[in-house]
């Protein structure tokens, strides 16, 4: 009996406690759905008052992450672990949605619920006609030959010489499979200009093409998606795509270097994120989904630029065990952070870098800039205009020798620069810049072995191309192979002009001193044509100063008080002082 009490009294206390069991779940489950539904609600409020950008975010995320099959995958390489790395080993097992990565705090849950397309300005874009998109495949299957690989690269108008310099620098000395795609009907036509020969062919019909993209701004981020639009059109057509930017230069063949055989993707490092501008895709599934999935970003979040549309979809692929990347040696593979800055690299000849494959001409804004950086550094070849070959053109030399302090030398060399292009217009010679000190740059390009700066690295290049395009030439212009002969070995002697204005200085008794007849204001407009334009000096082909200290004060007498009885000589004295005015900006290296 007593037995019997106790398993009656055993089933009661079991029954009982299932109960509240189940009474604690059912609870704490509706508790949930409505904490759930409270954060919906002030979702949808945020949404509408403060918070627009981070829901968009949030947004957009949600929008490319469908759920995936249920595959296996290896698990993939980390993003920025060099190729040579060991990649950790997978624990997923398939069609599981959640689980933890092992020796990590990270917990992956399964995917989210796609949300259905949404037609936008932007996704327009990317359409083309069915001539078009054969053409397209034409050239690229053409291009591929043998071994299956195509370098792929997109211009527009505002960008041909960018394009005929990559052309010239890196796709013709190496002679690798390469296909430019015109986004916008005058692109390929103008390249051609520059390089007869080139492989172009129009596949988009954007109408802003005429009009260069900064970084950062709305028309570079949709820019920036035509190269994730060529890429998968490529992969489809089961080739391996090789993107490669106009701002980049090759010193030796890529492929080679790009050996990750079990890698869907092999990018660039950017710093902090892989860098969109230079990465291959090889024709996989997981290559095909991760630009599918891109795509679908860029036509419903305009804000994303293709760089940030497809890390956040390798992130997500990679940690669903999707796809295998891995980052290219940053040695080897230096972005514009890694090899002007950390190297060190100023003008020509400041560095050898035996281990760089490529260099990527980013971290700095404005096309104008990018293209003077690569004068000064050697790595331009674009002849347009004669702009290196042309025998007849005379030019203008002068130095910054003196150290006036880290307040004053700036100014000192600010007007010595105005001084040097009113004389080259007065004289109509080309002004080959100086070097100039680097009193107050952060930036580790200073840092070169001559601690020297070029012009970009106090002044706006875009302001001063604005006014002076064509009127000056880098600081190692005369180093480059392409300027003739006859002009390299045709340079005066150094000549200093003294002025009342003029710092004391030692120069060398080498230099011809030059002295005005009134050394208060310093010489005029008569003295100056009088010695360079129809003297012994006026037939070198390089005019060179010592230096144009203390000049500005004369050039500023010169344009105040023009005594020509010639009303449009008098307008152009006028003008030429405003456009000094506008040309010289400040900024700093980077142009920000």
């Known amino acids: 009996m007593d037995m019997l009490r106790v398993r009656s009294l055993f089933v009661f206390v079991l029954v009982f406690a299932t109960s509240v069991t189940f009474f604690i779940c059912v609870v704490v489950t509706l508790h949930q759905q409505q904490q759930r539904r409270q954060r919906a609600v002030s979702a949808d409020a945020v949404a509408a008052t403060d918070r627009p950008r981070r829901l968009a975010k949030d947004a957009a995320v949600a929008r490319f992450t469908p759920p995936f099959p249920h595959e296996s995958r290896p698990h993939p390489e ?7 790395a060991k990649p950790a080993q997978s624990n997923r097992t398939p069609g599981t949605g959640t689980q933890r990565q092992q020796g990590s705090h990270f917990r992956f849950d399964s995917a989210l619920p796609a949300l259905p397309p949404k037609k936008t300005n932007l996704s327009r874009a990317f359409e083309t006609d069915r001539k078009s998109a054969l053409a397209f495949r034409e050239a690229v299957e053409r291009a591929a ?4 690989t195509v370098f792929l690269s997109t211009v527009d108008s505002a960008y041909v ?17 390469y296909v430019f795609v015109g986004t916008d009907r005058g692109a390929c036509r103008l390249l051609r200009v520059q390089v007869p020969s080139v492989v172009c062919v129009s596949y988009f019909a954007d109408t802003d093409g005429n009009r260069s993209s900064n970084w950062g701004s709305s028309n570079f981020r949709r820019k920036t998606h035509y190269k994730t639009k060529i890429v998968l059109e490529t992969l489809r057509m089961g080739l391996t795509a090789v993107i490669v930017d106009l701002d980049i230069v090759f010193f030796r063949n890529p492929l080679p270097f790009m050996t990750c055989a079990s890698c869907d993707v092999q990018i660039q ?10 990465y291959m895709a090889r024709p996989t599934n997981a290559s095909i989904e991760l630009h599918d999935r891109a795509m679908h970003i860029a036509a419903t979040n305009p804000r994303l630029s293709n760089q940030k549309a497809l890390g956040q979809t390798i992130g997500i692929m990679r940690r669903r065990r999707r796809i295998r990347t891995s980052t290219l040696d940053r040695k080897q593979f230096p972005c514009g952070v890694k090899y002007y800055e950390d190297m060190s690299v100023m003008f020509t000849g400041d560095v050898t870098c035996d281990d760089c494959v490529i260099v990527h001409n980013n971290w700095i804004i404005s096309q104008d800039a990018k293209i003077y950086r690569f004068k000064e550094t050697g790595m331009w070849q674009v002849d347009a205009g004669g702009y290196y070959t042309d025998p007849d053109r005379k030019y203008l030399a002068y130095g910054n020798p003196m150290d006036f302090g880290r307040n004053a030398t700036l100014g000192e060399e600010k007007n010595a620069l105005r001084a040097a292009l009113f004389l080259g217009a007065l004289l109509n010679r080309t002004v080959i810049l100086p070097a100039f000190h680097c009193h107050g740059c952060v930036y580790g390009a200073c840092r070169n072995p001559g601690r020297r700066c070029a012009l ?15 009127l000056y030439r880098e600081h190692v212009f005369l180093l480059h192979p392409k300027v003739p002969d006859s002009v390299k070995r045709n340079q005066s002697g150094e000549v200093l002009i003294c002025s009342g204005a003029l710092p004391s200085m030692i120069v060398g008794s080498t230099v011809q001193v030059l002295m005005a007849a009134n050394t208060t204001s310093g010489p005029t407009e008569k003295e100056l044509l009088d010695w360079f334009d129809t003297g012994s000096l006026a037939e070198f082909a390089v005019l060179r100063f010592h230096s144009l200290y203390g000049m500005f004060q004369s050039v500023e007498f010169i344009l105040s008080s023009s005594s020509s009885s010639s009303s449009n000589i008098q307008d152009w004295y006028k003008e030429f002082a405003k456009r000094l005015s506008r040309g010289l900006k400040r900024t700093d290296y980077r142009q920000y």
């Not at 010489?161 to 499979?177: D, E, I, Q």
């Not at 970009?456 to 064509?470: L, P």
Request: hydrophobic letters at 35%; proline letters at 6%; aromatic letters at 16%.
């Open 456 to 470: 970009n690295t106090f002044f706006r290049i875009t302001s001063f191309d604005q006014e002076f395009s064509g």
């Open 145 to 148: 030959g043998c071994d299956r």
């Open 161 to 177: 010489m960018m394009a005929a310099n990559l052309y010239m620098t890196s796709f013709a000395p190496f002679g690798v499979n």
């Open 269 to 278: 490092s950017d710093v902090s994120e892989g860098n969109s501008g230079f």
């Open 78 to 84: 980390n993003l920025f672990r060099p190729p040579s």
